[in-house]
């Protein structure tokens, strides 16, 4: 089955910095990368996703980059703000409508 | 969209009983999904729960310990049997909605927090 790492576990950033979180997969056929945002005590939420027919997708301040060679991909969130704070998820599945497996989480931290 | 109501919100269970957690949509929905959030842990997919057959179990989950149902489009339970301490967790019901094309975006309710002492 798939196996999804997620790296790094916890993230501190100064308000107004980048963050970028790094995901690796293991199933070739995986074609569909999400990532979840989790604050605290809330239900995960999808805040962006990229199939594998694309290189990246952005929206706002947050854009998804898939490198499907190398079997990574990552999420990259400029101008960091307070509410970026929580912890975000990867995860990965051979096609959108199926079972997703998760990345192990990081916990973002945006300092004032 | 999906507003996906659990019950129970939370819960204090006793070492050897069995709670079954319910999840209710409020439209219909192809996929759904139970998965368990172990406090400050990743979300581990338990099962797919299968409108009118068995549900599907990830390795490591066995249908006697977490047996389901999914007797329509709307609507899901799980069981967690026999409770120990290592079953005091999170658990989530998410759903995929009918009709959501490609997006593939899944939804999921508020959870249901077990403590078993």
């Known amino acids: 089955g798939e196996n999804v790492e997620q790296h790094p576990s916890t993230l501190s950033v100064q308000e107004g910095d980048s963050a970028v979180i790094k995901c690796t997969y293991s199933?070739?056929?995986?074609?569909?990368f999400p990532w979840y945002k989790q604050e605290l005590g809330k239900r995960p939420q999808l805040i962006i996703d990229i199939r594998s027919n694309v290189g990246e997708k952005k929206d706002q301040r947050i854009a998804v980059t898939l490198n499907k060679t190398a079997k990574h991909f990552s999420l990259h969130i400029t101008e960091t703000q307070p509410e970026d704070s929580a912890v975000y998820f990867c995860a990965a599945s051979p096609y959108s409508w199926g079972k997703l497996q998760f990345g192990a989480g990081t916990q973002v931290v945006v300092t004032p | 969209s999906a507003v996906i109501s659990q019950k129970p919100s939370r819960d204090i269970c006793q070492r050897g009983t069995s709670l079954t957690i319910q999840c209710q949509v409020d439209s219909q929905v192809t996929m759904m999904f139970w998965y368990r959030q172990q406090p400050g842990q990743s979300l581990t997919l338990i099962a797919t729960a299968n409108q009118g057959s068995e549900a599907t179990y990830e390795s490591g989950f066995v249908i006697d310990k977490f047996p389901i149902s999914r007797p329509n489009l709307t609507f899901s339970t799980l069981t967690v049997s026999n409770m120990s301490p290592e079953d005091s967790s999170i658990y989530l019901c998410?759903?995929?909605?009918?009709?959501?094309?490609?997006?593939?975006?899944?939804?999921f309710g508020e959870g249901s927090r077990l403590t078993v002492l």
């Open positions: 998410s759903v995929r909605p009918l009709g959501q094309g490609d997006t593939g975006e899944l939804f």
């Open positions: 199933d070739s056929a995986s074609n569909y």
